[in-house]
């Protein structure tokens, strides 16, 4: 059986939207897609089909639940750029999405209890929020930041507070928390939160200010990266993510089976 | 059916570039997994390429505008890790071969034919930017006919090496008569289409908008070479699309964009289309 060789793969199943709220700058959707739930691992991402369009849309995973009353479910937080952020975002409760996941490689979990700082930007930030959960589930004291240019376009960090020592909330125009991006505070965070795990998502300032500082911190840092995703299943090789191997060697990797998400360090940002 | 007709692929097949590795394809596969899957690979060529770093793939309507650049590990490391990989997945695996010069061809068919488990070579003698991708350039049906002769020459002839051509209506006739005469077992009608990206980089379109040009050059040939084997390719999806290239004299199709779109288009499509397995034999005296 196929499901004996791949245990952990990916499903495609027809997934149904059973909320829809609007949240600040952002839509909420919660959907069935039986099986993906059950294998979600924070960090890795779900593709979706919109009709009339042949690309499918990569969208980080916010929550699941294991159980509901409409069985296991997940949450995916739309910010609409697009034609197809705009079609996900109108589809009401009961419509059927095609979806296919838990898609690409997750966020490494550090073995022992460690100090981790997780940096998340708008929309971006949806995957640290399970990630803060099995980190303190491994008893690892996480720092969470959240950043957004806008209160509007801020995840609310309200539940993080369970599983997250300290949360910070940054926005560019400073209506809440302090004022200023990602790449003017990192160090600082890095350095008080005394990481030994940095983790990032968000636009390509962000990760790579974040795995500088981690750089310099001596952390390690671990990238949640965004390239266009035509497939997301790793079938077109049209998602370059340009790295550096383990061996030294300079590739170009799919960024939807080799990451999304990537040690800090390996990302060739000048070629991104 | 004769000989040749027997061991070509079919009726459902992987287009070249589609299928990542066949890997990617496994989970998306149904309960037989690639036992028996009819595969082509993305084009290997000699030595390894890394692809473009820009955009690779743009969307348009009904389609996809793909400048790929022949991302792939080259000759070694493909006959190394996925060959035999996918054999052992029970995959038929069809390589696709491209290269820069006719040389290049003969290299790759030759170290090709002593790989264990490779059922066929695609020929890769229409993609839609040449010159951006570094290949041998045919412009005319006697370079595809040549590239055709030089793989055959170093291929064992017991087994199948298609011609991919290009869905160019005013040429697609003369290229498939030249490669069937130097040699091609059955010819792919059907590749991505020359077009461009928005900002007017060279690339090509594929998906559902190429469908009916691709089906025009199928009818063509199959009605002015009835004895070629002609595979069709260009948007095939769901089963009614995949019946039309049969309807038009087509002996299989391949299956590209829509596995992008859907990644158990081939599963299901082989469901519907392969025969049920066979009764079991019976007894022999
Ligand atoms: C791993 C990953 C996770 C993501 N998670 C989320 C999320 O949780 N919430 C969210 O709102 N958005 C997310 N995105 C971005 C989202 O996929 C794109 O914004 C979306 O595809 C744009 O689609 P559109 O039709 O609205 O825009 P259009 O501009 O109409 O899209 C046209 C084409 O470009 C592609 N495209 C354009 N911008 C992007 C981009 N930034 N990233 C990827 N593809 C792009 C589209 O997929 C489509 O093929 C994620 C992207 C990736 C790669
Ligand atoms: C992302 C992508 C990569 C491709 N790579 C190759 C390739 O390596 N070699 C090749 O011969 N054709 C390649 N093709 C062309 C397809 O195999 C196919 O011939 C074409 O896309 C038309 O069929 P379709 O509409 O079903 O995709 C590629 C197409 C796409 C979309
Ligand atoms: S998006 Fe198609 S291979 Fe990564």
Redesign the pocket.
């Known amino acids: 059986m196929a499901e004996e060789r791949t245990p952990h793969g990916p499903v495609h199943v027809e997934g149904e939207v059973v909320a829809t709220k609007r949240v600040g700058a952002y839509r909420h959707l919660t959907l069935t897609a039986p099986g993906v739930p059950e294998r979600f691992r924070a960090g890795s991402?779900v593709a979706l089909s919109?009709a009339g369009?042949v690309?499918?849309?990569?969208?980080?995973v916010?929550r699941v639940r294991a159980s509901s009353a409409f069985g296991p479910t997940l949450d995916?937080?739309?910010?609409?750029?697009?034609?197809?952020?705009?079609w996900l975002a109108a589809q009401p409760v009961g419509a059927k999405v095609a979806i296919t996941g838990p898609l690409?490689r997750p966020f490494a979990l550090p073995k022992d209890a460690v100090s981790c700082l997780l940096v998340g930007e708008a929309?971006?930030a949806?995957p640290l929020f399970p990630l803060a959960e099995r980190l303190r589930e491994r008893g690892c004291a996480v720092s969470l930041v959240v950043s957004a240019p806008d209160e509007h376009h801020l995840l609310s960090a309200l539940e993080a507070r369970r599983s997250a020592r300290s949360v910070t909330v940054l926005t560019a125009d400073g209506s809440v928390g302090q004022r200023g991006g990602v790449p003017d505070h990192v160090d600082d965070l890095v350095r008080r939160s005394d990481a030994d795990v940095v983790y990032a998502a968000g636009p390509v300032e962000v990760l790579r200010s974040a795995a500088a500082a981690a750089e310099r911190a001596g952390a390690w840092s671990q990238v949640?990266v965004?390239?266009?995703?035509?497939c997301g299943t790793g079938l077109c090789h049209g998602c370059a993510l340009p790295v550096v191997g383990e061996d030294g060697v300079d590739r170009v990797v799919r960024?939807?089976t080799e990451g999304?998400v990537v040690r800090g360090d390996r990302v060739r940002w000048d070629t991104l | 059916m004769s000989t040749s007709l027997r061991m070509l692929p079919g009726p459902v097949m992987v287009a070249a570039g589609c299928g990542g590795t066949g890997r990617e394809l496994l989970p998306f596969a149904g309960p037989t997994g690639l036992e028996g899957l009819d595969l082509v690979t993305r084009s290997i060529t000699l030595d390894p390429r890394s692809g473009g770093t820009g955009p690779r793939v743009?969307?348009v309507s009904g389609g996809l505008v793909n400048a790929v650049g022949l991302p792939n590990p080259g000759l070694e490391h493909f006959l190394a890790t996925e060959l035999p990989w996918l054999v052992r997945a029970g995959a038929r695996v069809f390589v696709s071969v491209a290269g820069a010069t006719m040389g290049e061809y003969a290299d790759l068919a030759r170290r090709l034919s002593r790989a264990p488990g490779v059922a066929g070579l695609e020929v890769n003698v229409g993609a839609p930017d040449e010159a951006g991708a570094g290949l041998f350039e045919v412009r005319e049906p006697y370079h595809a006919a040549s590239v055709i002769a030089a793989v055959r020459r170093e291929f064992p002839s017991d087994r199948p090496v298609l011609a991919k051509l290009r869905p160019d209506v005013s040429r697609v006739l003369e290229g498939a008569r030249a490669c069937h005469e130097a040699g091609a077992t059955a010819v792919v009608v059907g590749n991505a289409v020359p077009a461009a990206f928005r900002d007017g980089r060279a690339g090509g379109l594929s998906g559902p908008a190429v469908s009916p040009v691709a089906l025009r050059c199928v009818a063509e040939v199959h009605h002015a070479l009835p004895a070629l084997p002609v595979i069709g390719c260009g948007g095939v999806h769901d089963l009614a699309s995949a019946r039309s290239f049969l309807d038009a004299g087509a002996v299989g199709v391949q299956v590209g964009t829509a596995l992008l779109h859907d990644p158990t288009t081939v599963a299901r499509l082989r469901a519907d289309l392969l025969p049920a397995a066979p009764p079991p034999p019976e007894e022999t005296p």
Do not use: N, Q
């Open positions: 991402f919109v369009h690309a499918r849309r990569a969208l980080w916010h995916v937080v739309l910010e609409v750029r697009g034609s197809g952020t705009a690409g929309y971006a949806a949640a965004e390239v266009p995703t035509p960024a939807c999304p | 743009e969307e």
